[in-house]
C-alpha cells in the first residue's frame, strides 16, 4: 500500500516540483532523480505481490495484479531511462534555440505528469478512473507535441488531440455501456465500475450491451494504441514532438492503451463466452501489421518510419492477445516488454543521430558510425532487434506469435509473415546507409553517452536468450488473468 | 405527474438531437456557440428531471456542475476567444448542407438501430434516449469531420461530450460522481488547451482554417 | 349512414371557412401592422377586397385558353374541399371517410398544378417565372409535409384526420416530443406554403422575389377574387390542420351536437392566437433569398424524418 502510494504520488509531486523549478539549469537532473526514485518505488511495489500475491487497497479504488505490476514497472524504467536521455538531449535542444526556459519547464512538469497518469492508468481498479487517466495522459502529452511551436508540430498535436479526443469518447460511451450492464447484473452505485466486481460478475452482464460496448470501447483505446484505421495522429506525433516524447509515446502510452483494451476484453470474454472480442482484436490487428508494412516503405522521415513500425508492432499484439490462450498472451506481454525496451532505445539512438545531423530526413543522415560509433551501432542493433533478429526477445515473441498463429489461424500466417518480410526490407534497406554510408561530417569529439541505448538492448538480448523463472511465472499469471482464469 | 416528467426527458432528449442538427447546419461561428449553450441548458434540464425521478442525490451535484461548465463557463471562455482571435462574425462555407444532412439522417438510423437492442434491456426510466445520445455523438462527429475552421471543431468535440454526458445521465442514472468529476475536469482542461492552441495557431498561419494543416500527409 | 348532427356539422364546418377565411386574413395582416408600427388596415379590408374585385370586370388575355378561365375554380373548389375534410369544429364529418391525409395533400397538390398551368397559359415572362418557383416550393414542401402527417399518423394508427384528432384530443394527456419536432417542422412548411416571410412576401410586388404574386399576374375582376380567397381559405386550412394535430382540443366528438356550439368558439381563439404567432414570425424574420428556399424547405423535411425516427426510437 505504501509502496502504491509512493509509485503514484513520486511523479505526482515530481511534476509540481518541476513546474516550479523546470527551468532551472539542473531541472534534468531532478526529472531524471524523482524518475529514479519511482522505479525504485515499483520495484518495491513488484516485490510485494511477488511475495504477498495481487492486492486491492483504498476502498478498492487501486488494485495492483500480476498484469499491471509488470506494466508499473516497465512504465517506470522506460521513464527512468527515457528522462536520463533526455537531460542532454533537451540541453542541446536548448543551446540550439529550440526549446527556451518556459518550454523546458512545460516538458519536465508534463513529463512527470504523464507518466502518473499513465501509472494511474494502470493501477486504478476503476473503469471510470482509468478513462480518466487515459485523458489526462493525452493532455499531458498534447502540449509536448507542439513544444517546439513549428507549423508541423502544431498540425501533429491538433491532430492528435482531435483524434484522440474523439477516440477516448468513444471509450467513454463503452464504458458507460459496462455500467449500464453492472446496473443491471448487480446493482449500479460507486462500485459498479470497479474492475474487480465486474470480473466476478462477468458472466451475469449482458452480452449484447457488453459486445456494443467492447466495440466502442476498441474502437476508442485503439486510436490511442494506434490501430488502423485511427492511426493517422500516430506518425505525425512522434516526429514532430521531441524525442524523448516520441519514446515514451511509443514505448509506454501505447502499451497503456492497450493494458485498458485486455482489461475491457477480459470483462467482454465473460460476458459473451463467444469468442467474439477476441475474433474482433485479431481482425484490427491483422489489418494493422499489414497496412503499418506498407506505409513503412514509403517513408522518408526517420521518426515517421519507427512511428509506423511501433503502429505495427502494436497491431502484432494487438492479434496475439486476439487469438488467445496461455502461449499467445504470454508472446503478447513478452513483445509488450521487448518492443517498448527496444523502441525506446531507437528513438534514443535516432534522436541523438537527426540532432546531429541537423535532419529527421533519412537520406541525410549519412555513416553515423564514423561521426559517432556508438550511435550508429545503438540504431542498427536496435533496428536488428525489432526485426526480430535471433537472439534478441523480439525475435522469441514474434516466432510464439506465428507459431500459435500457425496453429489457429492458418490462413493469417502468410499475411503476417509477408508484412513482416516487407518492414524488414523497408527499415533494414533504409537504416543500413545511415550507419555504415559515406558521410563529410567529421567525428565528434565526445561521444555521447548512451547508456539507456544499450540497457534497453541488453535487457531486450537477455529476454532473447533467457527468461529468468520469476519474471516466466510471472508472465504465466497475467497471461492467465488475460485468458480470464 | 411523474410520467409527464419522465416524458419531458424524451422531449429534452429530442432538443438536444435537433440542437445537434442545428450545429452541423449552422454557418456563423457566433450562433454554433449559442446553440451549443443551449444544448448544455437542454442537458442541464434533463439531468434535473432524472435526479428528481429516480432520486439519486448526485445526479443534482452533476447537473449544477453541467450548468457550470457547459452553460456558464465554456460559452464564456469560446466568447473570449472568439473575441480575442477576432472571428466573432466569422461565416464559414460549408460544404452542400443537404448531403451532410442526409449524412447525418443515416448515421441517426444507424445509432438508433445499434442502441435499439439496449434500450430493451434498461431498466432506466429513459431507456430509449441511449438511441439518441449516441446519434448525437456520431452527429458530432460528423460536425468535427465537414468543419474546416478551429472554432467549429472544438464546439463540435464540445458537444459530442454533451451526447456523451446525456447517455451517462439518461441511460444509466449517472455514473459515479468521482469519475464524473474526473471527465468534467479532463473537458475543462482540453478546452483550456484547445484555447491555447488556437492561439498559436493563428500566431503560425495567420488564419484558424484547418486546411492549413495538411502539410503532414503520406505522399 | 350519415348523421344529421354530422350533416349539420360538415355544412358548418364548410360555411365557417367560408365566411372566416378572410377575416383571419384580415386580423393577420392587421397585427402585422401594428407590430410593424404602421396604421392597420381595417379588420374587415379583406372582405371589402372581395367585394370589389367580385364587381369588377373580369378582363381575359386574348391567348387564355379555356384552362385559364376554369383554374381559379378549381382552386377554390379544393381549398373549400380542404377545409371541408379538416376537423375543424367536429370529428363527426361525412367527408372525412372519403379523404384521409393524404387526399389533402393530393388536394392542395391538384390546386398548385391547376394555378401554375394557368400561369403559364398566357406565356408572359412572369406567369412561368412564377410557375417554376411555385413548383420548386411544392415539389420540396410537400414530401415534408407527408412526413409531418405521417408522423401523427403512426401514433395514432391512422391516415384519416378525423381519427387522428379523435384519438390525440381525448385521451390522456401525453407529451410526444415526435410531435413537437413535427410541429416546427409543420410551421416551416405552412410558412412556404401559404406565400409568407421568409418564403415570399405576401405584400410586396418585387420581381425579383415574388413567388404568389407572379402567379395570379394575369388575373383580374371575379376570377382574382376567387383565387384570393381560395389564399385565404389555404391559410385557414392550414392553421386548422395545425391546430388539429397540436393543438387538439376543444373539438367536438362524434354525437355530441352541443359541443359544436363549444367548438366555435375555441377555433376561434385558437385561430386568433396562431394568427398573432404569424404575425409575429412574419415580423421578426427577414425575407430570403430564393435560392436559400430549398434549404428551408429540406430543414423541414429533415426534421419531419427526425420525428418520424424518434417516434419509432422511443415509441411516443
Not at chain 3, 265 to 291: D, H, Q, S, Y
Amino acid at each position: 500500500m505504501e509502496a502504491l502510494a509512493l509509485v503514484l504520488a513520486l511523479p505526482l509531486l515530481g511534476g509540481l516540483a518541476l513546474a516550479l523549478w523546470g527551468a532551472r539549469e539542473r531541472a534534468g537532473d531532478l526529472n531524471a532523480a524523482v524518475s529514479l526514485a519511482a522505479f525504485l518505488a515499483s520495484v518495491w511495489l513488484t516485490l510485494i505481490v511477488v511475495r504477498e500475491g495481487p492486492f486491492t487497497v483504498w476502498g478498492e479504488w487501486f488494485f495492483v495484479d500480476p498484469l499491471n505490476v509488470f506494466l508499473v514497472t516497465l512504465t517506470t524504467f522506460v521513464g527512468f531511462t527515457t528522462a536520463l536521455f533526455a537531460r542532454p538531449y533537451m540541453r542541446i535542444e536548448l543551446d540550439h534555440g529550440k526549446m527556451t526556459g518556459p518550454r523546458m519547464r512545460l516538458f519536465h512538469s508534463m513529463y512527470q505528469l504523464f507518466i502518473a497518469m499513465m501509472l494511474v492508468a494502470l493501477t486504478t481498479n476503476n473503469l471510470g478512473i482509468l478513462w480518466v487517466a487515459m485523458e489526462a495522459a493525452t493532455l499531458a502529452t498534447v502540449l509536448l507535441v507542439s513544444v517546439y511551436r513549428t507549423a508541423a508540430s502544431l498540425e501533429a498535436a491538433w491532430k492528435y488531440f482531435i483524434l484522440c479526443g474523439v477516440g477516448i469518447a468513444q471509450a467513454l460511451f463503452g464504458t458507460i455501456l459496462v455500467y449500464l450492464a453492472a446496473e443491471r447484473a448487480g446493482g449500479g452505485g460507486e462500485g459498479a465500475l470497479l474492475w474487480t466486481r465486474l470480473a466476478e460478475i462477468a458472466h451475469l452482464l449482458d452480452p449484447g450491451i457488453l459486445s456494443l460496448a467492447f466495440a466502442f470501447l476498441l474502437l476508442g483505446y485503439g486510436t490511442k494504441v494506434g490501430l488502423v484505421p485511427v492511426h493517422n495522429w500516430l506518425p505525425d506525433a512522434h516526429a514532430e514532438g521531441p524525442t524523448p516524447i516520441s519514446a515514451v509515446l511509443s514505448g509506454l502510452l501505447l502499451n497503456v492503451a492497450l493494458y485498458a483494451v485486455l482489461r475491457c476484453k477480459v470483462l467482454a470474454d465473460g460476458a459473451m463466452g463467444d469468442g467474439l472480442p477476441g475474433r474482433m482484436m485479431v481482425g484490427f490487428g491483422l489489418i494493422t501489421v499489414v497496412t503499418a508494412a506498407f506505409f513503412l516503405s514509403r517513408q522518408r522521415d526517420v521518426k515517421r518510419m519507427f512511428a509506423y513500425s511501433s503502429i505495427e508492432h502494436m497491431g502484432l499484439m494487438t492479434f496475439a492477445f486476439g487469438l488467445g490462450g496461455p502461449i499467445a498472451n504470454f508472446a503478447g506481454l513478452l513483445h509488450m516488454t521487448v518492443h517498448a525496451l527496444v523502441k525506446s532505445a531507437i528513438f534514443f539512438a535516432v534522436g541523438h543521430a537527426a540532432q546531429k545531423a541537423g535532419t529527421q530526413v533519412m537520406e541525410d543522415i549519412r555513416g553515423l558510425l564514423k561521426v559517432s560509433p556508438t550511435v550508429g551501432w545503438g540504431l542498427m542493433l536496435g533496428t536488428l532487434a525489432i526485426l526480430g533478429m535471433p537472439p534478441f526477445g523480439v525475435f522469441a515473441s514474434e516466432f510464439l506469435i506465428l507459431t500459435t498463429a500457425m496453429r489457429e489461424l492458418p490462413w493469417a500466417t502468410p499475411f503476417l509473415l509477408v508484412a513482416l518480410g516487407v518492414a524488414f526490407a523497408s527499415i533494414f534497406g533504409r537504416v543500413q546507409p545511415m550507419v555504415f554510408g559515406e558521410t563529410a561530417l567529421r567525428p565528434l569529439a565526445h561521444p555521447p553517452a548512451l547508456v539507456p541505448v544499450f540497457v534497453h538492448l541488453g535487457l531486450a538480448l537477455m529476454l532473447g536468450l533467457y527468461i529468468p523463472p520469476w519474471l516466466n511465472t510471472w508472465y504465466e499469471q497475467a497471461a492467465r488473468m488475460i485468458a480470464g482464469g | 405527474m411523474e410520467s409527464l416528467l419522465a416524458q419531458t426527458i424524451n422531449l429534452f432528449a429530442v432538443a438536444l438531437l435537433v440542437l445537434a442538427f442545428a450545429m452541423i447546419a449552422q454557418r456563423r461561428i457566433l450562433t454554433l456557440i449559442h446553440l451549443y449553450t443551449l444544448q448544455g441548458a437542454a442537458l442541464v434540464a434533463a439531468t434535473l428531471v432524472v435526479a428528481h425521478l429516480t432520486g439519486q442525490h448526485h445526479l443534482y451535484g452533476s447537473a449544477i456542475l453541467t450548468f457550470v461548465l457547459k452553460v456558464v463557463l465554456i460559452p464564456v471562455m469560446l466568447h473570449r476567444v472568439i473575441d480575442r482571435l477576432n472571428v466573432r462574425w466569422d461565416v464559414e462555407t460549408l460544404f452542400n448542407i443537404p448531403t451532410t444532412m442526409l449524412i447525418g439522417i443515416v448515421l441517426v438510423i444507424v445509432a438508433f438501430n445499434l442502441a435499439a437492442p439496449i434500450a430493451s434491456l434498461s431498466a432506466s426510466i429513459a431507456r430509449g434516449t441511449l438511441g439518441i445520445a449516441l446519434a448525437c455523438m456520431l452527429l458530432s462527429f460528423l460536425m468535427m469531420i465537414v468543419r474546416a475552421k478551429a472554432v467549429p471543431q472544438v464546439i463540435g468535440f464540445l458537444s459530442m461530450e454533451n451526447g456523451l454526458f446525456f447517455a451517462a445521465t439518461a441511460a444509466t442514472a449517472g455514473m459515479p460522481m468521482i469519475v464524473e468529476l474526473g471527465i468534467a475536469f479532463d473537458v475543462l482542461v482540453g478546452i483550456l488547451i484547445l484555447g491555447v492552441f488556437m492561439f498559436q495557431i493563428r500566431e503560425q498561419f495567420d488564419s484558424l482554417d484547418i486546411r492549413h494543416l495538411e502539410r503532414l500527409k503520406e505522399d | 349512414m350519415v348523421s344529421w348532427t354530422g350533416l349539420l356539422a360538415q355544412i358548418l364546418a364548410i360555411a365557417l371557412a367560408l365566411a372566416l377565411a378572410p377575416l383571419l386574413m384580415g386580423w393577420v395582416n392587421q397585427w402585422r401592422a401594428w407590430l410593424q408600427n404602421r396604421r392597420a388596415p381595417s379588420l374587415l379590408q379583406p372582405y371589402r377586397t372581395l367585394h370589389k374585385l367580385f364587381h369588377k370586370e373580369s378582363v381575359l388575355a386574348e391567348n387564355a385558353s379555356p384552362l385559364f378561365r376554369i383554374a381559379p375554380y378549381i382552386v377554390f373548389g379544393c381549398m373549400a374541399l380542404a377545409c371541408g375534410i379538416a376537423p375543424t369544429l367536429s370529428t363527426d364529418l361525412p367527408l372525412a371517410p372519403a379523404a384521409d391525409a393524404i387526399a389533402l395533400v393530393g388536394l392542395f397538390a391538384l390546386a398548385r398544378v391547376f394555378i401554375s398551368l394557368a400561369a403559364m397559359d398566357v406565356g408572359t415572362a412572369f406567369g412561368s417565372l412564377g410557375a417554376r418557383r411555385e413548383m420548386l416550393i411544392g415539389f420540396l414542401a410537400e414530401p415534408a409535409l407527408l412526413m409531418v402527417l405521417f408522423s401523427a399518423s403512426l401514433i395514432t394508427q391512422s391516415t384519416s384526420l378525423a381519427r387522428i384528432v379523435e384519438t390525440l384530443a381525448h385521451q390522456s394527456f401525453a407529451i410526444y416530443p415526435s410531435l413537437a419536432v413535427a410541429g416546427v417542422a409543420f410551421t416551416f412548411v405552412s410558412l412556404a406554403e401559404n406565400a409568407r416571410v421568409p418564403v415570399d412576401n405576401p405584400a410586396t410586388h418585387l420581381e425579383l422575389t415574388m413567388i404568389h404574386e407572379a402567379l395570379i399576374l394575369e388575373y383580374s375582376g371575379r376570377h382574382l377574387a376567387l383565387i384570393e380567397w381560395a389564399a385565404a381559405l389555404k391559410l385557414f386550412a392550414y392553421s386548422c390542420i395545425g391546430l388539429a394535430l397540436f393543438f387538439p382540443w376543444g373539438v367536438a366528438e362524434a354525437g355530441t351536437p352541443l359541443a359544436i356550439l363549444f367548438a366555435i368558439p375555441a377555433l376561434v381563439l385558437k385561430l386568433a392566437v396562431g394568427g398573432v404567432l404569424l404575425a409575429v414570425i412574419e415580423t421578426i424574420n427577414a425575407k430570403m433569398r430564393l435560392f436559400r428556399v430549398p434549404e428551408f424547405l429540406a430543414t423541414a423535411f429533415l426534421l419531419a424524418v427526425i420525428a418520424l425516427l424518434v417516434h419509432v426510437l422511443l415509441g411516443a
